[in-house]
């Protein structure tokens, strides 16, 4: 029985931050979109997806269009 229950609880703890992440949305000067968590650091911008990262410069970015986490959706 406690084997389950720690199971449970392990997978109850790991869906939390993803329902509170934000999927801001990127566009770049080249037409493409990222999704992901921004970072705006100085003449940088690092956008955290599920599976990495990556750090783009400022010139690369057209827009951010900021979203709302699951949490303040509702």
């Known amino acids: 029985m ?6 449970s609880a392990a997978a109850l703890l790991a869906l939390v931050p993803a329902g509170a992440a934000r999927a801001d949305v990127v566009h770049l000067a080249n037409g493409s ?4 968590t921004t970072i ?14 990556i750090t783009l410069r400022r010139s690369e970015v057209q827009s951010i269009e900021k979203r709302p986490t699951r949490l303040e959706e509702y």
Do not use: D, H, Y
């Not at 406690?2 to 199971?7: D, E, G, H, N, S």
């Open 33 to 36: 979109t990222i999704e992901g």
């Open 40 to 53: 705006e650091m100085g003449s940088e911008i690092q956008v955290k997806m599920r599976f990495g990262a």
């Open 2 to 7: 406690k084997p389950l229950l720690a199971a």
